[in-house]
């Protein structure tokens, strides 16, 4: 059973980067598309960026476009997310969940969810 685990969530100022973690065990992340979500208090759950396992990259948001980069390293079995220019907007629980293969921005086509890491913008 593949288990992911989220790091890296922190408070920052607006304007600050932070790259978040998405650690896999229990399997290889080579066939997996790995989906970068978020839940802001009393929004609903969202895509935010997605790494296939060709190791293509897409962001779904245009908020985050040009801002938020997903990368793999799968000697490692991690998936990265780097998030500069950070805005007050971003405050969220940041997930990352697995898929076989292909990207989707759809929730309930993941099948395998990390417990989430806290990102607060704010000065």
């Known amino acids: 059973q593949l288990q992911l685990v989220e790091s890296g969530g922190g408070l920052v100022q607006p304007g600050g980067s932070l790259r978040l973690s998405c650690a896999a065990s229990?399997?290889?992340?080579?066939?997996?598309?790995i989906g970068w979500f978020r839940q802001a208090p009393g929004k609903e759950r969202e895509g935010v960026s997605c790494?296939?396992?060709?190791?293509?990259?897409?962001n779904w948001l245009d908020t985050v476009k040009g801002r938020f980069q997903t990368s793999r390293d799968n000697a490692k079995n991690t998936v990265y997310l780097q998030m500069n220019s950070l805005e007050p907007e971003d405050t969220a629980i940041y997930y990352c969940a697995a898929r076989s293969h292909f990207c989707s921005s759809h929730v309930y086509r993941f099948d395998n969810w990390g417990q989430g890491t806290q990102v607060t913008v704010s000065s």
């Open positions: 229990g399997g290889s992340l080579d066939s997996y598309a």
């Open positions: 790494t296939s396992s060709s190791g293509g990259s897409t």
